[in-house]
């Protein structure tokens, strides 16, 4: 932390918010004296992060008043950098709460969240809305050109404008008003919504007895009695709504009405009831379009991507439109021919969205011989981090030792990690187990960002945390493959984090549609055999994985493609739908919505849900992607298209391929935009056929059958056929 002298001194309150602390302060705002600047978790409780963060917010403003009551010259170091350098405290401490609130929230978190979450909000309107400090910026800015800054400077300076000016800072008094009352109602309505959430989700449990278990392997079996047993319901079976206990439930369970009768919770969880979150959605989308209009955009829609990659929603459409029918038609043949397997199974009735896992799964064992349980013994949660852990030494040289300090929870691990030539890079913690006080999911986030001081980088503090399966007591966790995927995504998203080399912290952030690019292109790896025989090992023989089973894993890769990709597609586009509303005409019914722009307009098959229906839809209520759900799918393109560099240097773990992705991607944060930062590592812009071909909805055509065509509404070209297109 940096030392703020007399401002901080006379702003600093003394007292203790621990019976555990002994120290008179509290640890959330002092120095972290601890290896390499962790948090001090063991002396830190719930009962500090409240006035942790007001006191931060106190810090932050005097530094701000600092700024503005400076009555010398506006310069780029005495407003820009000052600024930059202002609000490290809260960025610490907030993060820190932030990250520890979803993952191991209570009731005094809950509380603390609902009353702070609209206070910070409005702290960062008063500085974003600061008329006296926009004039030092915009002074700065209406003279860039004369002030001989290098091109990292410059774009600070632009970035900090335009978040000035996407904040509202043009905005005359009563706009200024009213966009602050905006964001104090949208910043609780999040709260009230993620709570809700983890409420409906925590609260349902389908408890079973021993003749109900009829095709659930033994791990899970094992996992379902542990659970009913924590419930004070031993000799029975529990599961839940968290994905480790429902999907691996729907794939393999032979009772339909079981099946049916837990997925019908899972997709109707804060649709009506105690936990109801279409009032709340109704609420986002009222104040998200107001929003929009004040700040002078049609929609939400249009603010939001406005600032990213695509820049404009009709460059976002292009690709999810282009993709829809693609995906759509694969999910149509993948549905007829589990129609075909479960015929006698089903008799007269109609084959069920609850259907679709149980026999995909049949269906992946008929034509590939090959199914879950076969791949499960062999993804060992302790080799599958020492899987990316290999991964990223072979790619990048980076070692990761051990580190003995504590966590939020007990389930926390933690890491140092070492660059190639043992130099600290920063801490990576892990969290992966489900708990009723975690969000549902998977991310990766800061406690600490990185930021330099004359010169000299603080590192980063990093966390990854998942929601795996807990082992029956003295076992072993097991993951799916899709676990396997989930924790090589979000390893990206945490080396990103590490390798930041930004010289500014106003410069860590990418766009949103390049955010998932380096952990989605982690994924690559994480079946390929050069990187399973390092972790792919049985739990029980330690046997590497064999080489048929690696090749069944390989080539049954683009199986049920067209229903992952539909799904996907389908939730982006109801996202982009619904926040591309330029009018709010009074109370929207979100089931009938979803069912008009995707099943009537678009033909959506009853079978397919989207993977996140409005009432539990985190992602873009309360999770950061209102209006940017596209992300996944646009930098889906950056990813494959990228690791297609690595297969072109005949060695997908080539060190000098790496080594410039390291240096164009994942160091500069924010420093350059993202078209301009993969333009330099690839040497030509992206090619959507990768994409494509890797989701199996693209064969090459005939040389004498294409054609080029080039697109009116985007920059994206086409050649082949309308769904080959470039950025």
Same mark, same amino acid.
């Given at each position: 932390?940096?030392?703020?002298?007399?401002?901080?001194?006379?702003?600093?309150?003394?007292?203790?918010?621990?019976?555990?602390?002994?120290?008179?302060?509290?640890?959330?705002?002092?120095?972290?004296?601890?290896?390499?600047?962790?948090?001090?978790?063991?002396?830190?409780?719930?009962?500090?992060?409240?006035?942790?963060?007001?006191?931060?917010?106190?810090?932050?403003?005097?530094?701000?008043?600092?700024?503005?009551?400076?009555?010398?010259?506006?310069?780029?170091?005495?407003?820009?950098?000052?600024?930059?350098?202002?609000?490290?405290?809260?960025?610490?401490?907030?993060?820190?709460?932030?990250?520890?609130?979803?993952?191991?929230?209570?009731?005094?978190?809950?509380?603390?969240?609902?009353?702070?979450?609209?206070?910070?909000?409005?702290?960062?309107?008063?500085?974003?809305?600061?008329?006296?400090?926009?004039?030092?910026?915009?002074?700065?800015?209406?003279?860039?050109?004369?002030?001989?800054?290098?091109?990292?400077?410059?774009? @600070?300076? =632009?970035?900090?404008? &335009?978040?000035?000016?996407? !904040?509202?800072?043009?905005?005359? /008094? #009563? $706009? +200024?008003?009213?966009?602050?009352?905006?964001?104090?109602?949208?910043?609780?309505?999040?709260?009230?919504?993620?709570?809700?959430?983890?409420?409906?989700?925590?609260?349902?449990?389908?408890?079973?007895?021993?003749?109900?278990?009829?095709? @659930?392997? =033994?791990?899970?079996? &094992?996992?379902?009695?542990? !659970?009913?047993?924590?419930?004070? /319901? #031993? $000799? +029975?079976?529990?599961?839940?709504?968290?994905?480790?206990?429902?999907?691996?439930?729907?794939?393999?369970?032979?009772?339909?009405?079981?099946?049916?009768?837990?997925?019908?919770?899972?997709?109707?969880?804060?649709?009506?009831?105690?936990?109801?979150?279409?009032?709340?959605?109704?609420?986002?989308?009222?104040?998200?379009?107001?929003?929009?209009?004040?700040?002078?955009?049609?929609?939400?829609?249009?603010?939001?991507?406005?600032?990213?990659?695509?820049?404009?929603?009709?460059?976002?459409?292009?690709?999810?439109?282009?993709?829809?029918?693609?995906?759509?038609?694969?999910?149509?043949?993948?549905?007829?021919?589990?129609?075909?397997?479960?015929?006698?199974?089903?008799?007269?009735?109609?084959?069920?969205?609850?259907?679709?896992?149980?026999?995909?799964?049949?269906?992946?064992?008929?034509?590939?011989?090959?199914?879950?349980?076969?791949?499960?013994?062999?993804?060992?949660?302790?080799?599958?981090?020492?899987?990316?852990?290999?991964?990223?030494?072979?790619?990048?040289?980076?070692?990761?030792?051990?580190?003995?300090?504590?966590?939020?929870?007990?389930?926390?691990?933690?890491?140092?990690?070492?660059?190639?030539?043992?130099?600290?890079?920063?801490?990576?913690?892990?969290?992966?187990?489900?708990?009723?006080?975690?969000?549902?999911?998977?991310?990766?986030?800061?406690?600490?960002?990185?930021?330099?001081?004359?010169?000299?980088?603080?590192?980063?503090?990093?966390?990854?945390?998942?929601?795996?399966?807990?082992?029956?007591?003295?076992?072993?966790?097991?993951?799916?493959?899709?676990?396997?995927?989930?924790?090589?995504?979000?390893?990206?998203?945490?080396?990103?984090?590490?390798?930041?080399?930004?010289?500014?912290?106003?410069?860590?952030?990418?766009?949103?549609?390049?955010?998932?690019?380096?952990?989605?292109?982690?994924?690559?790896?994480?079946?390929?055999?050069?990187?399973?025989?390092?972790?792919?090992?049985?739990?029980?023989?330690?046997?590497?994985?064999?080489?048929?089973?690696?090749?069944?894993?390989?080539?049954?890769?683009?199986?049920?493609?067209?229903?992952?990709?539909?799904?996907?597609?389908?939730?982006?586009?109801?996202?982009?739908?619904?926040?591309?509303?330029?009018?709010?005409?009074?109370?929207?019914?979100?089931?009938?919505?979803?069912?008009?722009?995707?099943?009537?307009?678009?033909?959506?098959?009853?079978?397919?849900?989207?993977?996140?229906?409005?009432?539990?839809?985190?992602?873009?209520?309360?999770?950061?992607?209102?209006?940017?759900?596209?992300?996944?799918?646009?930098?889906?393109?950056?990813?494959?298209?990228?690791?297609?560099?690595?297969?072109?240097?005949?060695?997908?773990?080539?060190?000098?391929?790496?080594?410039?992705?390291?240096?164009?991607?994942?160091?500069?944060?924010?420093?350059?935009?993202?078209?301009?930062?993969?333009?330099?590592?690839?040497?030509?812009?992206?090619?959507?056929?990768?994409?494509?071909?890797?989701?199996?909805?693209?064969?090459?055509?005939?040389?004498?059958?294409?054609?080029?065509?080039?697109?009116?509404?985007?920059?994206?070209?086409?050649?082949?056929?309308?769904?080959?297109?470039?950025?």
């Amino acid at each position: 932390m940096r030392q703020f002298g007399a401002i901080f001194l006379s702003l600093m309150i003394l007292f203790s918010c621990s019976p555990k602390e002994e120290k008179t302060g509290n640890p959330l705002v002092e120095e972290w004296d601890t290896p390499y600047g962790v948090p001090p978790f063991e002396q830190i409780d719930n009962s500090c992060y409240e006035p942790a963060l007001e006191q931060a917010m106190s810090v932050h403003a005097a530094e701000i008043a600092a700024i503005v009551e400076n009555h010398d010259e506006p310069t780029f170091e005495n407003v820009i950098e000052a600024y930059d350098r202002s609000g490290e405290l809260l960025s610490r401490v907030r993060n820190t709460f932030e990250m520890v609130c979803s993952a191991d929230r209570d009731d005094t978190l809950a509380g603390v969240e609902e009353r702070m979450m609209p206070r910070i909000a409005a702290h960062y309107d008063e500085i974003l809305l600061n008329d006296k400090l926009f004039a030092k910026i915009s002074e700065l800015y209406n003279k860039r050109g004369a002030l001989e800054l290098d091109a990292v400077q410059m774009r @600070l300076l =632009e970035k900090i404008y &335009d978040s000035f000016v996407r !904040a509202g800072a043009l905005l005359d /008094e #009563n $706009g +200024k008003k009213r966009l602050k009352e905006i964001n104090a109602e949208l910043s609780l309505v999040a709260v009230r919504y993620g709570n809700n959430l983890l409420s409906a989700t925590n609260d349902y449990s389908l408890l079973l007895t021993g003749d109900q278990l009829d095709g @659930l392997p =033994e791990n899970l079996r &094992d996992m379902a009695s542990e !659970a009913a047993k924590a419930a004070g /319901e #031993n $000799g +029975k079976w529990l599961f839940t709504l968290h994905r480790p206990s429902i999907f691996p439930f729907l794939t393999n369970s032979t009772r339909r009405d079981l099946r049916e009768q837990i997925y019908k919770a899972y997709i109707s969880r804060c649709d009506g009831g105690e936990y109801d979150n279409r009032g709340l959605v109704n609420d986002f989308i009222r104040l998200r379009t107001e929003k929009a209009h004040l700040l002078g955009y049609d929609s939400y829609a249009d603010y939001v991507v406005s600032d990213q990659m695509a820049g404009s929603v009709s460059a976002v459409y292009e690709l999810l439109e282009s993709i829809w029918p693609m995906a759509l038609q694969r999910a149509k043949d993948e549905l007829a021919e589990m129609e075909n397997l479960a015929r006698i199974d089903l008799g007269d009735s109609d084959f069920e969205a609850w259907d679709w896992f149980y026999y995909a799964e049949r269906l992946r064992k008929r034509n590939y011989n090959l199914d879950e349980e076969m791949l499960r013994p062999y993804f060992a949660l302790d080799n599958v981090r020492q899987g990316v852990f290999f991964l990223a030494n072979r790619l990048y040289g980076i070692t990761f030792r051990p580190l003995n300090v504590h966590g939020y929870n007990s389930d926390c691990s933690a890491y140092q990690v070492c660059d190639a030539d043992d130099t600290h890079i920063g801490v990576l913690y892990f969290d992966f187990f489900t708990r009723p006080g975690k969000s549902g999911g998977a991310w990766c986030g800061y406690f600490r960002e990185p930021t330099y001081e004359n010169g000299t980088r603080t590192a980063p503090v990093v966390g990854i945390v998942c929601n795996f399966a807990r082992p029956a007591e003295r076992g072993v966790a097991l993951l799916s493959s899709d676990d396997v995927e989930t924790l090589f995504h979000e390893f990206g998203h945490a080396l990103h984090f590490l390798f930041s080399d930004a010289r500014y912290r106003g410069l860590l952030e990418v766009e949103g549609d390049f955010v998932e690019l380096p952990s989605q292109i982690m994924e690559n790896w994480a079946f390929e055999p050069e990187v399973l025989k390092n972790y792919a090992t049985h739990y029980r023989t330690d046997e590497v994985m064999p080489k048929y089973l690696i090749e069944k894993l390989r080539t049954g890769g683009v199986f049920n493609q067209g229903f992952a990709t539909t799904e996907l597609v389908a939730a982006a586009l109801s996202d982009m739908d619904i926040h591309s509303l330029t009018t709010y005409d009074g109370e929207i019914d979100v089931a009938g919505f979803e069912h008009k722009v995707l099943t009537e307009k678009r033909g959506l098959i009853p079978q397919i849900v989207p993977r996140y229906r409005y009432p539990y839809f985190s992602h873009i209520f309360d999770g950061g992607y209102s209006a940017g759900y596209y992300f996944y799918v646009w930098a889906n393109v950056l990813d494959k298209d990228a690791f297609a560099a690595f297969a072109e240097s005949k060695d997908i773990l080539d060190r000098r391929t790496a080594e410039r992705f390291r240096r164009e991607i994942l160091s500069k944060g924010g420093s350059v935009d993202g078209m301009t930062m993969y333009r330099a590592f690839r040497g030509a812009d992206p090619d959507r056929k990768a994409l494509l071909k890797a989701r199996g909805l693209w064969n090459e055509p005939e040389p004498e059958d294409e054609e080029e065509v080039v697109s009116e509404d985007t920059d994206w070209s086409v050649d082949d056929d309308p769904s080959a297109m470039e950025y």
